[in-house]
């Protein structure tokens, strides 16, 4: 059976979620998990109020760790991804299409995928390219090969954003598991010391989940594993350090 795989380096990193902010945190986390659920929100003090303002629970926890990941740097292509987006401004605006009512501009252009890193950009007057992605249960996965695709044109470092949040409640008797709200960003670079490894191969198994697939990512790098392995029904996903 064939197995594919890259390796990359992380150079910094940031994530946050209600109640879970500094790095002591999340690895107490990582080592006994639960469930997340929707509470205060993040500053994004770095971001002017004006165009803070538009961005929504989900798009407050991604520009938070952005800001922190990237530290002041610029020209740095990033990777966003989202299973889910920011689903609850796609559902209010359907809603008002339902009642015949009329859509906000606004709401709509903040409720498209690319929304999020396009007003990261925007608020940073940042040129450099970006890519919003959503590959079902494998997000993670596809967005890091599309970052480390980047490394591989000439990009010296990249940023991986990934985050998700609840779904609204019309959608619970369709998940997967539990949603949790979460957000966290790798500054990554071609692998050296550290190095981190995903290989991949056919699996036709799907184990059920506990949680959002980068969540457990998520919990992977910051409790320290040595390995994590993620089955969406059709990869093996494996996750190692050192590689």
């Known amino acids: 059976m064939r197995t594919q795989g890259i390796s990359f380096s992380i150079l910094r990193h940031s994530a946050w979620a209600p109640g879970i902010s500094t790095p002591e945190a999340w690895q107490a986390w990582a080592q006994a998990p639960f469930a997340i659920h929707a509470g205060e929100e993040p500053g994004v003090k770095a971001m002017p109020a004006m165009l803070r303002r538009r961005a929504g629970f989900l798009g407050k926890m991604a520009l938070e760790v952005a800001y922190d990941c990237l530290e002041g740097r610029s020209g740095v292509p990033t990777v966003f991804c989202s299973r889910h987006g920011d689903v609850a401004r796609a559902v209010e605006l359907l809603s008002d299409l339902a009642r015949s009512e009329p859509l906000s501009p606004m709401a709509f252009g903040m409720a498209v995928h690319n929304a999020i890193p396009g007003l990261f950009s925007i608020a940073r007057s940042d040129r450099a ?24 044109d000439g990009a010296t470092s990249v ?13 619970t008797p369709f998940e997967e598991y539990e949603e ?25 198994e799907s184990a059920p989940a506990k949680m959002p697939g ?25 996750w190692s350090r050192d590689a």
């Open 214 to 238: 980068s969540l457990e990512v998520a919990a992977f790098y910051a409790s320290g594993a040595r390995k994590l392995e993620r089955c969406d029904g059709r990869l093996r996903w494996t």
């Open 129 to 152: 390219n970006y890519t919003a992605l959503a590959s079902g249960a494998a997000s993670v996965e596809h967005a890091l090969i599309e970052a480390c695709g980047l490394l591989a």
């Open 159 to 171: 940023l991986l954003l990934a985050c998700d949040c609840p779904l609204p409640e019309l959608f």
């Open 180 to 204: 949790q709200p979460h957000a966290w960003a790798w500054l990554i670079a071609p692998a050296g010391a550290n190095a981190v490894r995903l290989e991949w191969q056919a699996c036709a």
